[in-house]
């Protein structure tokens, strides 16, 4: 079993829809976060999470510490918003990232 | 200046062939990774370079080869490949101490092995 899990792996909203990608893992962890990825290749980081919830624009991102689980929300999607997202996750101790598989999201218009 | 620049962009190279990937950051960070990505794949880490220092192999074949000269410039020599290591190439730069959970990835330099 991968230590963090993605789901759904594909995504297919319409414009304007409420998006929620989940996020699970089975380790401790000293922060995780959720990556977007174009097909042009670049990688960013959306939000950096230890706790609690962040907001940046339509971008919600939430995390239960107890739960082992986050999930990341994007309100009145539009196209531009088709990427790949990457929930990626810190051990405890250490400094490597570890990668959920993605989710592969299109908003069609 | 928030950016990690990886040159060239694309890159195709014969299987005998000696070619360089370069990455460069001015972010002050003292830790620089490799990853290698294929497609529809979250990204591997190959190396971890920390204060200049290589910390982490992740047991990656000898025909790549890290090179950290300074604390901003982070290459990855490339000899003898095979076309399986056709692939994304993603550099990333981090903090090290308090804000080590930062991270920064570069566009990534798009390799083809013919």
């Known amino acids: 079993k991968n230590e963090v899990e993605q789901s759904p792996q594909n995504l297919t909203a319409q414009e304007g829809e409420f998006i929620t990608i989940n996020c699970s893992y089975s380790?401790?962890?000293?922060?995780l976060h959720w990556l977007q990825q174009h097909p042009g290749g670049g990688i960013v980081s959306l939000f950096m999470?230890?706790?609690g919830k962040k907001k940046h624009g339509r971008l919600i991102a939430t995390i239960n510490i107890q739960e082992k689980h986050s999930s990341l929300h994007i309100t009145a999607s539009h196209p531009r918003d088709s990427a790949v997202y990457i929930c990626?996750?810190?051990?405890?101790?250490?400094?490597?990232?570890?990668f959920g598989a993605g989710t592969i999201l299109r908003v069609k218009s | 200046d928030t950016e990690v620049t990886q040159t060239p962009k694309h890159l195709v190279m014969g299987m005998t062939n000696k070619k360089s990937l370069k990455c460069e950051q001015h972010?002050?960070?003292?830790?620089m990774y490799w990853y290698k990505q294929k497609a529809k794949k979250p990204p591997e880490l190959m190396f971890v370079?920390?204060?200049?220092?290589?910390?982490i192999n992740e047991s990656v074949p000898s025909r790549f080869s890290p090179e950290c000269p300074n604390s901003s410039l982070l290459n990855l020599h490339l000899h003898a490949l095979q076309p399986e290591d056709s692939a994304l190439y993603l550099c990333?730069?981090?903090?090290?101490?308090?804000?080590?959970?930062?991270?920064?990835f570069g566009e990534g330099s798009w390799l083809t092995v013919v």
């Open positions: 990333a730069s981090s903090p090290l101490g308090r804000e080590r959970n930062t991270i920064y």
């Open positions: 380790v401790g962890i000293s922060a």
């Open positions: 999470l230890s706790s």
């Open positions: 990626a996750v810190y051990r405890e101790y250490g400094n490597k990232l570890v």
């Open positions: 972010m002050g960070h003292r830790a």
């Open positions: 370079y920390s204060y200049e220092k290589l910390s």
